[in-house]
């Protein structure tokens, strides 16, 4: 990774900022990090920055960290936002029950149920949905998580 050579220059208004988001409230471990080593890389009062490596060992974390630290401040077009976590725009796995699946399982729900069955069991509804190739697999908990949230819980 190629050093950034701008240097971190912060007005009056962002060193306060800065200084009171590390001592005020609980926050993340990480924010506060990053927070304590764009201070440390400040130049604005007039002295050097502290080297990399009194940084890394200072705040326990490797050169590298610093790096991206810096190079994610210079980039960041706020203070505030370079204060934040990212947030996340889709979840890590896409959820298998969308509303027109949970429409055919409330449908099956409410049909009859098979041949020799009273009623239906979230385990029959599992494994007749699988039958019917509307879904690849389904766990039954899945169907009763989805019914219990429409109020027709079959268990």
Same mark, same amino acid.
């Given at each position: 990774? #190629?050093?950034?050579?701008?240097?971190?220059?912060? =007005?009056?208004? /962002? &060193?306060? %900022?800065?200084?009171?988001?590390?001592?005020?409230?609980?926050?993340?471990?990480?924010?506060?990090?990053?927070?304590?080593?764009?201070?440390?890389?400040?130049?604005?009062?007039?002295?050097?920055?502290?080297?990399?490596?009194?940084?890394?060992?200072?705040?326990?974390?490797?050169?590298?960290?610093?790096?991206?630290?810096?190079? #994610?401040?210079?980039?960041?077009?706020?203070?505030? =936002?370079?204060? /934040? &976590?990212? %947030?996340?725009?889709?979840?890590?796995?896409?959820?298998?029950?969308?509303?027109?699946?949970?429409?055919?399982?409330?449908?099956?729900?409410?049909?009859?149920?098979?041949?020799?069955?009273?009623?239906?069991?979230?385990?029959?509804?599992?494994?007749?949905?699988?039958?019917?190739?509307?879904?690849?697999?389904?766990?039954?908990?899945?169907?009763?998580?989805?019914?219990?949230?429409?109020?027709?819980?079959?268990?």
């Amino acid at each position: 990774m #190629a050093k950034t050579k701008k240097k971190i220059v912060l =007005s009056s208004e /962002q &060193r306060t %900022k800065l200084v009171a988001f590390i001592s005020h409230g609980s926050k993340s471990v990480r924010l506060t990090r990053r927070a304590q080593i764009i201070l440390a890389l400040d130049t604005s009062t007039g002295h050097l920055p502290l080297h990399d490596e009194q940084i890394a060992s200072t705040y326990q974390v490797s050169r590298q960290t610093i790096q991206v630290v810096k190079d #994610a401040f210079l980039r960041s077009p706020s203070l505030e =936002s370079f204060l /934040q &976590r990212k %947030k996340r725009t889709t979840p890590p796995v896409a959820p298998k029950v969308t509303g027109d699946v949970e429409a055919h399982i409330i449908a099956l729900c409410c049909s009859s149920p098979p041949k020799g069955y009273s009623r239906w069991t979230v385990r029959l509804l599992a494994d007749k949905y699988v039958e019917l190739g509307i879904i690849d697999s389904i766990s039954p908990m899945t169907i009763n998580r989805t019914l219990k949230k429409t109020n027709l819980s079959r268990t």
